[in-house]
C-alpha cells in the first residue's frame, strides 16, 4: 500500500530539483576559465542533487533500451557530452534562487544538504577503510541516496515539516514518514532512482536490503549512521546505528565513533553554504566529546576573536556559567558582530500563556517593547512559532501577508514591517521569542546567521539545563 502512495505522490510532484547557488555559481565559473577542464567541472557537478539528477534523467534514457552500457557518473558523462552541450545546460539550469520555493523550504534544504556532505565524506572514508577506491560511481550513490527526502522537501514541504516536528531521537525515521506521509523515503527513493535513470550503484544502495554489494552496504550503514548524528551523538538509536556499523567493519565501536565525529568536522568545514546546523555542532555541546577540565586557576579563553560557536563552546565548559551569560552573548553577537539594532528576548510566563519581556539591546526607555505582554491565546504568527523552534522574516514583500496575524500590541510597539522572529527552545520546551530588527536593511544572509544561532543557543541552554539537573 505504501509504495502505491509513493507512486500516487511521485505522480503529482515530480520536478526538477533546482540547483544549489553556490555550486552553480562555481560550474559557470568553471567554464568561464581558459585553463579548466572538463573534469574540473564534473567534481563541480558532482556534489550538487539537482544538477546531477537532471543530467543522468536526460543522458542515461538515451541508452535505456539500445544495450549501451549506463552512465555511472558525472565524470564519465560529462566526458562524452562535449563543451557546447554542457555549457548549454550549465547555463539553462534552475538555480534554487530563481526557484519559486520558499525560504524555510530552502533552508530545510540546505540542511539536508549538510548531512549529505557528512555522508559522503564518511562513506568515503569507510570504503577506504576496506581496501576499496572512492571511485566516482560511489560518489554519486552517495550524493543521491537521500533522493526522496529531497524531493519530498523540496515538493511538499509543508508535510516535510509534519515530518521532521514527529521524528525526534529515538523515534525511528522510516516509522515516522510512514505515519505522516504515507510512505518511506526509502520506497520513494526506490521509485526514484528508476523514474531518474540513476546509475546501478544508486539504485542498489535504494533497495534497503543488506543482501547488497560490499559498496552498497557501506553506503547504507554510513546513511543511517549521519541520519542519527544529525538529530544527536547521545541517543540510543545513534549508538545502535554505530554498533552494527562497526560489526560490518570489524572495528572497535570508539573507532567507528571517533571516525564519524572527524568526518562531521571535515564536512562541516568544507560545506560551502552558510546558515546550517551541522552535526558537528550538537557533538560540541556534549560531554562525551571533550571533557570538561577546568580548574580554579584556569579560565576558559578569551571570546573576542572567536566565532559564535567556538564562544559558545569556550562558555559551556565552565560549570558556572548560566543560561542568562548563554543568552547575553547571543544578544552581543547580534548587536555588535551584525549590527541589529534592536534585539527583544520576550519569555514565557510559568503558566505558558503570555510573552514578556525579560532582556533586550537598543531600545530606549520610553520604548513600549520593554513592557511588552503577548497574550498567547491571540493564535495567529506567535502562537503558531512557539509550536516548535521556527523562525519568521517579515518584510515589506509580505509584511501585509502577516500583518492580521501580528498581535495588535506587537505591531504598535515595534512599529516596524522588517524584522526577524524565531522562537527559542530547551529541549522540546518553548521558553521565549527572540525579535530583531535593523535600521540598515535585512538580507538572507543575515536571515540565516541569525536562525543558526539562534538554534546553536537552544542547543547550549539546554545543556547547561541538564547540567544544573544532573543529567550530565
Not at 530563481?98 to 568515503?124: I, K
Amino acid at each position: 500500500m505504501s509504495d502505491r502512495t509513493a507512486k500516487a505522490w511521485l505522480s503529482s510532484h515530480k520536478k526538477p530539483v533546482p540547483a544549489l547557488n553556490e555550486f552553480h555559481k562555481k560550474a559557470l565559473e568553471t567554464l568561464n576559465s581558459k585553463t579548466a577542464t572538463l573534469s574540473d567541472l564534473a567534481d563541480i557537478t558532482s556534489f550538487d542533487p539537482g544538477m546531477s539528477i537532471a543530467l543522468f534523467e536526460k543522458m542515461n534514457a538515451k541508452r535505456t533500451g539500445y544495450q549501451k552500457p549506463r552512465f555511472d557518473s558525472i565524470h564519465s558523462l560529462l566526458g562524452l557530452m562535449g563543451i557546447p552541450a554542457v555549457t548549454h545546460f550549465v547555463n539553462e539550469c534552475e538555480t534554487m534562487q530563481s526557484s519559486e520555493l520558499s525560504n524555510d523550504a530552502r533552508q530545510a534544504y540546505h540542511q539536508l544538504m549538510s548531512r549529505n556532505f557528512h555522508l559522503m565524506h564518511l562513506s568515503a572514508h569507510l570504503i577506504e577503510l576496506q581496501g576499496m577506491k572512492n571511485t566516482h560511481d560511489f560518489q554519486t550513490a552517495a550524493l543521491l541516496y537521500n533522493v526522496g527526502e529531497i524531493y519530498t522537501c523540496l515538493f511538499d514541504f509543508q508535510q516535510y515539516q509534519k515530518y521532521q516536528q514527529a521524528c525526534l531521537p529515538n523515534k525511528n525515521a522510516a516509522e515516522c514518514a510512514q505515519s505522516i506521509l504515507g510512505y518511506s523515503f526509502a520506497e520513494l527513493g526506490r521509485l526514484l532512482s528508476y523514474e531518474l535513470n540513476l546509475p546501478d550503484l544508486a539504485r542498489e544502495a535504494q533497495q534497503q536490503s543488506i543482501n547488497t554489494g560490499r559498496k552498497a552496504r557501506t553506503l547504507q550503514i554510513a546513511a543511517d549512521i549521519t541520519q542519527q548524528a544529525d538529530t544527536g551523538w547521545n541517543h540510543d538509536d545513534f549508538t545502535r546505528s554505530l554498533k552494527l556499523g562497526a560489526e560490518y567493519l570489524d572495528c572497535p565501536i570508539s573507532s567507528l565513533r571517533k571516525k564519524v565525529l572527524s568526518t562531521a568536522l571535515e564536512a562541516a568545514r568544507n560545506f560551502p553554504i552558510d546558515g546550517v546546523f551541522p552535526a558537528i555542532a550538537k557533538a560540541i555541546l556534549l560531554p562525551t566529546v571533550e571533557k570538561l577540565k577546568l580548574t580554579t586557576k584556569e579560565q576558559p579563553p578569551a571570546t573576542s576573536d572567536l566565532s559564535f560557536n567556538d564562544q559558545v563552546r569556550s562558555l559551556v565548559k565552565s560549570p558556572t556559567t548560566t543560561q542568562t551569560g548563554i543568552i547575553e552573548l547571543l544578544i552581543k553577537e547580534l548587536a555588535e558582530k551584525h549590527q541589529l539594532s534592536r534585539i527583544v528576548l520576550m519569555v514565557l510566563s510559568k503558566d505558558g500563556t503570555v510573552l514578556s519581556t525579560r532582556m533586550s539591546n537598543g531600545l530606549d526607555s520610553q520604548s513600549p517593547l520593554l513592557k511588552l505582554n503577548i497574550k498567547v491565546s491571540q493564535g495567529g504568527v506567535i502562537n503558531s512559532l512557539i509550536t516548535k523552534p521556527q523562525s519568521l522574516w517579515v518584510k515589506s514583500a509580505n509584511f501585509k501577508k502577516y500583518e492580521p496575524l501580528l498581535p495588535g500590541n506587537f505591531k504598535a510597539s515595534c512599529l516596524s514591517q522588517n524584522f526577524f522572529l524565531m522562537s527559542l527552545f530547551i529541549d522540546e520546551k518553548p521558553i521565549g521569542m527572540i525579535f530583531c530588527d535593523s535600521t540598515k536593511e535585512l538580507d538572507e544572509t543575515l536571515y540565516n546567521i541569525f536562525k543558526s544561532n539562534l538554534l546553536l543557543t537552544g542547543k547550549a541552554l539546554t545543556f547547561i539545563s541538564h547540567r544544573a539537573n544532573k543529567k550530565i
